[in-house]
């Protein structure tokens, strides 16, 4: 596993700089590349991160679908678990309770997130990148997740791109969003000032990319994929 540049796709060296001479930094147990960079994580995301995984998160999935969050992530711990597993937006890095890797990387735009993420995982490689352009050599990943981040995105498909690119042949992926259905969802968007897709989106950004549709579950206005990189 190396990395490689977000702008340009040339390898990243051991002392983070491409060939095209982008510079990246090591900092506070991660590796960043958004530095000088205009991406901003999420204001209400950054606040909010200290308390994220204990009350907002299960809280929020629970009350908006009536199902829960841990059933959710120890189904997702046995589809996806692999060699080398790769989690986009990992806020504090939850789904590494239950998926077991030999190269554990979470990856999200927030500092906060990833610091906390290091101390509960100190064997996840915490990468500080923008989901629409990973600093991951192609075809390298077994396995990829995304949960509650994609429809965040202002250009979800570009995401889902990447996950594409960055899977082996046959290799897993697991996809969590908010879709346009029902009040809540409306609700939620406007919350948090989203433009929300509707499924179709999802699932044709899925076959546009070289994925196989395995699995599709409804969970009140959240959608949960399931998915292969075709051989
Ligand atoms: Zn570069």
Not at 60 to 88: E, H, P, V
Request: charged share 25%; proline share 4%; net charge positive.
């Amino acid at each position: 596993m190396r990395f490689i540049c977000p702008y340009d796709g040339t390898p990243v060296n051991e002392n983070l700089e491409c060939e095209k001479g982008h510079k990246f930094i090591y900092h506070d147990g991660m590796y960043d590349f958004l530095v000088n960079s205009k991406v901003k994580g999420d204001a209400l995301l950054e606040r909010i991160a200290p308390i994220y995984d204990k009350i907002w998160a299960p809280l929020g999935f629970f009350l908006t679908s009536f199902y829960s969050y841990d059933r959710i992530f120890k189904d997702a711990g046995s589809f996806l678990s692999s060699r080398n597993f790769l989690d986009i937006g990992t806020g504090p890095g939850t789904i590494f309770k239950y998926v077991k890797c030999e190269y554990c990387i979470g990856l999200d735009i927030s500092t906060k997130f990833l610091l906390i993420l290091k101390k509960k995982f100190s064997h996840v490689i915490a990468v500080r990148a923008d989901a629409t352009s990973l600093p991951i050599e192609s075809a390298s990943m077994d396995s990829v997740s995304s949960f509650l981040v994609l429809h965040m995105l202002n250009n979800p498909s570009l995401a889902i791109k990447e996950i594409s690119r960055v899977l082996k042949p046959n290799g897993k992926c697991e996809i969590l969003v908010l879709v346009k259905s029902n009040v809540i969802s409306r609700l939620l968007s406007k919350w948090w000032k989203i433009e929300l897709r509707h499924r179709d989106y999802y699932i044709s950004a899925i076959e546009e990319n070289k994925l196989t549709l395995l699995e599709i579950k409804k969970y009140g206005p959240w959608l949960l994929l399931k998915c292969k990189k075709q051989a």
